[in-house]
């Protein structure tokens, strides 16, 4: 930062401080802070972070306050928002969208008492953390599942827009679906969207005509459930939440955003006075990724080997980008046994080798 | 690149066009009326979240639809009443009808998040549906594809064929003309306007009770401005305006297809191309004149 | 029967009462709303309408007000001269966006080099992208008779799909990790939109809505553009016969208008947005127009219509915080408030009479 921006942020700083002193003295339990990219309505990414704040509510019960403020875009309204957090006393906020990284960064310097977590983000400080999901493991047990359950070998996928995230998703399912299953294909449609039900309703109609018997989806909305379950014998997997209204069919199992936990072990912290930056990527592991009851569908011997991954995964003892891989134009990503680190995970912009696609630009 | 069959686009198409189609044909009345009703995608999620809780109250999809058309044009009386009677601006006006709306069914909608709707079954249609190739393609669907098309060809009979569409006609063109003449302007333009919100209304319960189906907040995610984009691109004419929410559906569903197939599309420019076509339209066919009082405040100076 | 007679010149007693009438009712309705929802409705009125300016953080969100009402501001003066025409423009989104995209692409081809010409060139970029996305529906009226509230609308789409296109492919950062988005002009210091005062709320988008406002005034007071806009809003076949030359003036509605907005675009990713991300466009564009019909097409009532709008904004945020009031209630709110005030305007024009009109 230059010096001209940095001596008005101070000075806009020492005005906020000025007002702050105010907000700290009538403190009473903790306040913790939610701040949502949707509505707490979407059934999806937004609605599952607000089922964490309940849980984190239920767990402390009278002992801390939380607040939350819905459907804030990820512009200048961000920052008014956060700041409006902090004044009103907050003493920890988690911001719950990557696009409220820089708005946090900013108001987390100016209110060094306040303790910030930004999700999927990469900027940090004294008093800013972040935290995000390894889903990439869950979608690992999906790719080995779908790479087991399909006869046509061609699975679907629904991304929302491309960016690593979802590109590392797309990565992890199909490489372990080509291993249990060395013909499988995959399809991708990216729908252009965060939310947008009836284009993902859309999108898993294209993949289930181009023949895909297993579709995959990045995207929020029981619509591919519902598309799938009128198709008759396509397979699906829960996202975001359980989706266990399509189980047993076409839903198989399911990937779960599980941010409870980590909210209420943050907030412990915070009361403690333990709490430090951190830089956290949960797994299966620490129960962030959760993995959503196996039904029936999937025959018995399968589920077997889906336990033995989540269970290897879980334990550490396997990642699901260990070596080799290639890259899609042939050149070698990772060396045999080599694994990737999170930095490559996270710039992740190719496809692996075997994905006959390119990645749009 | 393993194929696309036409048969099942085309089969997909019909259903992606349902919502837009029955949305723009309820606007397509309100401005024949000569009234500019910006707020469709407001009264086409209220419409979804009405539907979605009437069918999981009743476990009727039919009453569920007959909810929709009822919350539908019951927002777009609000509508009605401000610029009809209150002749408050009707650009505004619609706009605020669509913030209104988008509220209005978040908050209604709010115990129905993640609940299951009534099955909208497919009408089966014994002989027609074994037909091949146009048995899977245009006889497979549920009632409310083929509503949506028998709406567009009762508005035409009604436009075309009839006194009351004379009337309504009449009114859009030149209210203060109109009005000369005896026909009561507002009575005219509330009943297009109520028209207008049951469709939009069935067209969002549409995406809630078939299409997705599930409530979940801002689920027509801009559905009823498509909707309005149509009416233009038709023209005001009710043939064209099946044509237009198929080109749109259409562009949709093939990017779509393409991709599944394996096939680089350029989705973002791809996405530009039907608003590029409607302006084409406007500007190509002099003939499809809007109505000549479109938009305008009427008040009756005695 | 109660029937409207229209009154032989707007009524300024009325014009002065009717917004206040219609917050009263507002807060009647949106009370027993907040108490429906099982709130106590004074407090959350009060949280709305009163603690934004006066409560214990209003040394916060009172700048606030006016960031969040500079854009609002600038787009809706822009708008009022076209449509006291009867040049309706509701394409403002869409050049509110290009204007963005122009502007932040002419920051992105220059970084990191750090000059003062920079802005000034931003400033001149933003303008022009709207100007031109403005003039295009302009154009094809005059040319080809094509109505502009459609294709300006229509344009919105085809700029928020470019704006997509350039957030995830031309203008994406770099170092952004492959997210979507360009990089934080608001930490380039050459492109920086800041505070002109630390703490407030002052930032040169704030500047130029007030001096539109300014300008709007005396445009309408005293210009002949102004009395042209007027006579031809008025009387469009009169105006011709006086002189004025409709296509001409439909350019310079639409381009102005254009320009104003994409100028606020330019100020929104320069300053408190900072960067362009798919998500930039947020409405401004369609709020705006709601603004300008409030302030009764009128600059100074733009200016007051503008902060109010505002002020449900930022009070309906802290009343999310405080009260847990969901967003939904607010926008419901919101809604109410748009429609008492639209329709209470009626009686600004027109005298409500009881009894059957005279033949």
């Known amino acids: 930062m230059q010096r001209r921006t940095m001596l008005k942020s101070a000075a806009a700083g020492a005005v906020l401080a000025g007002i702050a002193t105010v907000a700290a003295a009538q403190d009473d339990v903790p306040k913790v802070g939610f701040i949502y990219v949707g509505p707490v309505g979407d059934l999806g990414w937004s609605y599952q972070h607000d089922q964490g704040r309940q849980q984190l509510q239920e767990h402390f019960g009278d002992e801390i306050e939380t607040v939350y403020i819905e459907n804030v875009p990820e512009g200048p309204d961000a920052e008014r928002v956060l700041t409006q957090l902090a004044l009103q006393g907050a003493d920890l906020i988690f911001a719950t969208s990557f696009g409220f990284m820089e708005a946090t960064n900013n108001v987390a310097q100016q209110f060094p008492d306040v303790k910030f977590e930004h999700a999927t983000g990469y900027m940090t400080s004294d008093n800013l953390s972040v935290y995000g999901s390894r889903f990439y493991e869950g979608r690992a047990v999906e790719g080995l599942i779908a790479g087991e359950l399909t006869e046509s070998n061609i699975i679907g996928y629904i991304g929302s827009y491309p960016i690593p995230e979802v590109i590392r998703g797309i990565n992890s399912s199909f490489l372990h679906a080509q291993k249990v299953n060395p013909d499988v294909e995959m399809r991708i449609v990216w729908a252009y969207s965060w939310f947008d039900p009836a284009a993902e309703a859309e999108a898993a109609q294209a993949l289930i005509d181009a023949g895909a018997d297993v579709v995959l989806q990045h995207t929020d909305s029981t619509a591919p459930q519902a598309a799938a379950q009128a198709a008759g014998d396509v397979y699906t997997f829960g996202q975001a939440s359980d989706m266990s209204d399509y189980a047993p069919m076409p839903r198989v199992t399911s990937i779960i955003d599980e941010w409870g936990d980590y909210y209420i072990e943050r907030t412990q912290a915070l009361i403690d006075g333990t709490w430090e930056t951190s830089d956290t990527w949960g797994g299966i592991d620490s129960g962030m990724v959760g993995i959503g009851e196996m039904t029936d569908a999937i025959p018995q011997d399968v589920r077997d080997e889906a336990q033995d991954l989540i269970d290897r995964i879980a334990s550490g003892e396997y990642h699901p980008f260990t070596g080799p891989i290639n890259k899609a134009d042939g050149t070698q990503w990772l060396a045999e046994g080599e694994v990737a680190t999170d930095e490559q995970l996270l710039s992740m912009d190719f496809y692996v080798e075997g994905i006959e696609a390119a990645i749009p630009d | 690149m393993s194929g696309i069959d036409p048969v099942i686009l085309l089969a997909q198409l019909m259903v992606v066009a349902t919502p837009i189609l029955l949305a723009a044909i309820g606007e397509l009345v309100v401005e024949r009326a000569g009234v500019l009703n910006l707020g469709v995608e407001g009264m086409m999620i209220t419409g979804a979240v009405c539907g979605f809780a009437v069918g999981v109250a009743t476990g009727s999809p039919l009453l569920g639809f007959a909810g929709a058309a009822l919350g539908g044009a019951l927002v777009s009386m609000i509508f009605g009443l401000l610029t009809q009677v209150l002749l408050s601006n009707q650009v505004a006006t619609g706009l605020a009808l669509t913030l209104f709306g988008l509220g209005l069914s978040a908050l209604i909608g709010q115990g129905y998040v993640g609940l299951r709707g009534p099955v909208v079954p497919d009408l089966y249609l014994p002989l027609l549906r074994d037909i091949p190739v146009l048995g899977p393609m245009l006889f497979r669907h549920d009632a409310v594809v083929y509503l949506g098309l028998g709406l567009v060809v009762a508005v035409w009979w009604l436009l075309t064929r009839t006194r009351a569409g004379l009337i309504l006609r009449a009114v859009g063109e030149n209210h203060d003309a109109a009005h000369a003449l005896g026909y009561h302007v507002v009575r005219v333009r509330l009943m297009a306007i109520a028209f207008g919100g049951a469709c939009a209304g069935l067209g969002g319960a549409y995406l809630s009770l078939a299409r997705v189906p599930q409530w979940t907040e801002g689920m027509t995610a801009g559905a009823g401005w498509i909707a309005l984009a149509i009416v233009v691109f038709a023209s005001w004419r009710p043939g064209r305006l099946v044509i237009g929410a198929y080109l749109f559906g259409g562009i949709t569903v093939l990017q779509l297809n393409l991709q599944a197939a394996g096939v680089r599309v350029p989705v973002e420019y791809l996405q530009m191309s039907p608003y590029l076509a409607t302006i084409l339209v406007l500007v190509l066919l002099r003939a499809g004149r809007a109505p000549g009082s479109l938009g305008k405040t009427f008040h009756a100076a005695q | ?359």
Not at chain 3, 158 to 165: F, K, R, Y
């Open chain 3, 1 to 359: 029967m109660i029937r409207l007679e229209r009154r032989r010149e707007p009524s300024r007693g009325w014009a002065l009462a009717t917004p206040f009438i219609a917050v009263l009712l507002t807060m009647l309705a949106g009370g027993l709303l907040f108490a429906a929802l099982g709130k106590d409705p004074v407090e959350a009125i009060r949280t709305i309408f009163w603690d934004p300016l006066f409560g214990p953080y209003a040394g916060y969100s009172r700048p606030q007000l006016l960031v969040k009402a500079a854009p609002l501001i600038l787009i809706a003066t822009g708008l009022s001269l076209g449509f006291r025409a009867g040049i309706w423009n509701i394409g403002a989104e869409g050049q509110y966006i290009v204007g963005a995209i122009c502007a932040a692409a002419v920051a992105l081809a220059a970084y990191p080099a750090e000059s003062v010409l920079l802005f000034p060139a931003m400033v001149l970029a933003g303008a022009l992208g709207g100007l031109l996305w403005g003039l295009i529906p302009g154009v094809l009226r005059v040319r080809f008779g094509a109505n502009e509230v459609l294709t300006s609308l229509m344009l919105v789409y085809v700029a928020e799909a470019l704006l997509a296109a350039m957030a995830l492919g031309l203008l994406r950062n770099p170092e952004g990790r492959g997210f979507p988005g360009s990089r934080n002009l608001a930490q380039y210091p050459s492109a920086a939109n800041l505070e002109i005062l630390p703490g407030s709320g002052m930032h040169w988008g704030v500047v130029a809505a007030l001096i539109a406002v300014v300008a709007a005034q005396v445009i309408f007071a005293r210009h002949q553009l102004g009395y042209r806009i007027r006579l031809t809003g008025a009387a469009p076949r009169a105006a011709v016969f006086a002189g004025v030359r409709p296509g001409l003036l439909v350019l310079v509605c639409m381009g102005f208008s254009g320009a104003l907005a994409g100028l606020a675009g330019m100020f929104e990713v320069a300053g408190p947005a900072g960067r362009l991300s798919i998500d930039f466009g947020a409405g401004y564009g369609f709020t705006a127009i709601i603004v300008a019909f409030l302030g009764r097409l009128n600059p100074f009532g733009i200016l007051a219509a503008g902060l109010l709008m505002a002020l449900t904004y930022i009070g309906g945020e802290l009343a999310q915080m405080q009260l847990a009031l969901p967003v939904a209630a607010i926008q419901i709110f919101q809604g109410m408030l748009l429609f008492f005030l639209l329709g209470i305007d009626v009686l600004t024009a027109y005298r409500p009479r009881i009894g059957k009109a005279r033949a």
